[in-house]
């Protein structure tokens, strides 16, 4: 596999407010990356939004105009591009080496895996994903040919640190991440699979639509083929009666006299709406239409006002009139921009990522790939990595607080910010640190770590003061309290947590 990572810094404070509107800026610089790299062969350029996907597709279109290109091989393909479109998008991909005629497509997760596009050259990566799984299955739908090896070109977008800014972006934490994830795939490490089979959104998904196959069936047989042999071992009967009795409350499904069960009628609408068989989370859309053809759609809370712009598909639009009954937006075209409205999905970091961030920090891999201005930023991230002492201990006291860099994963910072918030600890989190502000003396700061390694808090207590708890499709027909235990183990980390506190308390003395 040959890999190379380039790191782009955005500039300036208003660089965050739209950074596609900087002249000569990062994503400018980018942008012309990609012309020079990806225009001569059939590539595939993940990025982690579709808004992000949006702007690059626009702009290598402005530049395909601007320098004359005979022809433009960049496209477009994600979840709210009409499925026309996506078609022809796959279609190009894999016909492309018949025809000879190139075709790069910029997506998000929609062609990870699963469609057959035929053989990519290389693999574009905008941004570090989010686990090492995702991108070693990305970078292996290239180098399918005999003689080709896999090709990544990876770009790292961060901000420009200032004087006396944030700690954090000092450490230039896109670019270190996307170095963590490329590190360990090059170990051969990836994330152990997801042993989680508390996915209640996912049996209530199974659960009606064994009901709309069958026409209706017993508990027995449902928990039998779900749980029993099914992937949801860890749902037990008394659980599994509690997800059928909540389904029943809301009239989604009945059971009859003789003791089967079948969908209710609302029930029935549920299963026959065309978003049913999309497993994941689902918002009200609005189709996107320039006269009788579908562009795409977008989610109704960024459909912009009559008059304003959108780019979608990657093309410019303007939006001539909204249909709020048949949920349409009508446009036209136009050279008016404006930034995407998309955002972008987050996910779950795992703590092993974290862990070889801080390695890469205190111990120096060689790091060929790197170009050489995003070696200069990590031998940067690294001078003050040490300067600050981190390679001693994983705090720092300013006038501005504490802040601990613990090198654990999403779900762990999760559980320790939830914790800090029940013991009324005022807290800050960024990507990988937390910040205690007000913690000058730090006696109560001591009692949350001791409180941690103790087992003083319960995880399925600590689940229920989480802010958002609906992480998957059904969530919200699934009892409160059922929820909250799910989520105290698919959500958190407490354990993780729990040494991350150990490890802070056998440090020397904080303030």
């Not at 499925?83 to 075709?103: H, N, T």
């Not at 996307?178 to 090059?186: G, K, Q, R």
């Not at 991350?500 to 003395?509: F, P, V």
Request: aromatic share 8%.
């Amino acid at each position: 596999m040959k890999i190379a990572l380039r790191s782009y810094l955005q500039r300036g404070e208003e660089v965050r407010d739209d950074p596609t509107e900087e002249p000569g800026g990062a994503v400018d610089e980018l942008a012309a990356d990609l012309a020079a790299r990806f225009r001569n062969d059939s590539n595939l350029i993940f990025t982690n939004s579709r808004g992000l996907s949006e702007t690059l597709a626009d702009k290598l279109t402005n530049i395909s105009k601007v320098e004359k290109w005979p022809r433009n091989p960049f496209r477009i393909h994600h979840g709210s591009i009409s499925r026309e479109i996506r078609e022809e998008v796959e279609s190009e991909l894999k016909e492309a080496g018949k025809r000879g005629l190139p075709v790069t497509a910029f997506c998000t997760s929609t062609l990870e895996m699963g469609i057959d596009i035929g053989a990519a050259k290389a693999i574009g990566q905008i941004g570090p994903p989010w686990s090492v799984n995702s991108l070693v299955q990305r970078v292996g739908r290239s180098g399918r040919q005999e003689g080709q090896c896999s090709i990544l070109r990876g770009y790292a977008l961060d901000d420009q640190p200032v004087p006396n800014g944030e700690i954090e972006k000092r450490f230039f934490p896109n670019l270190l991440r996307f170095c963590a994830i490329i590190e360990l795939t090059i170990e051969g490490w990836l994330e152990p699979l997801d042993e989680d089979d508390w996915h209640l959104s996912t049996c209530i998904h199974q659960v009606l639509s064994i009901l709309r196959q069958t026409g209706g069936t017993t508990v027995a047989v449902l928990h039998r083929q779900l749980c029993e042999s099914g992937p949801f071992r860890a749902i037990k009967i008394p659980e599994f009666l509690r997800v059928l009795r909540s389904l029943g409350k809301l009239q989604l499904i009945q059971q009859m006299n003789e003791g089967t069960l079948i969908l209710a009628p609302d029930g029935e609408k549920v299963v026959e709406a065309k978003e049913f068989y999309a497993a994941f989370q689902g918002t009200e859309e609005y189709s996107v239409r320039c006269g009788e053809d579908e562009i795409g759609s977008l989610p109704a809370n960024v459909v912009p006002p009559v008059g304003q712009h959108l780019v979608l598909s990657g093309r410019r639009w303007r939006v001539l009139d909204i249909d709020s009954e048949q949920n349409s937006v009508f446009v036209e075209h136009s050279q008016g921009y404006t930034k995407p409205a998309f955002m972008g999905s987050g996910g779950f970091i795992h703590n092993r990522i974290a862990e070889k961030m801080g390695e890469i920090l205190a111990v120096a891999p060689p790091m060929q790939y790197l170009h050489p201005d995003g070696r200069k930023r990590i031998e940067s991230a690294r001078e003050e990595f040490h300067r600050l002492e981190l390679n001693e201990r994983n705090f720092v006291v300013s006038q501005n607080g504490i802040q601990w860099f613990p090198w654990i994963g999403t779900r762990a910072l999760l559980t320790l910010v939830t914790s800090a918030k029940v013991a009324g600890i005022e807290v800050d989190s960024g990507q990988f640190h937390l910040t205690f502000p007000s913690v000058r003396e730090s006696d109560s700061l001591f009692d949350l770590l001791r409180g941690l390694v103790e087992g003083s808090f319960d995880s399925v207590e600590l689940a229920t003061h989480l802010p958002v708890k609906h992480f998957h499709k059904f969530d919200e027909w699934v009892e409160p309290d059922l929820l909250d235990k799910v989520n105290s183990e698919r959500v958190l980390d407490i354990k993780a947590a729990a040494d991350a506190a150990s490890t802070l308390l056998g440090q020397s003395s904080i303030g």
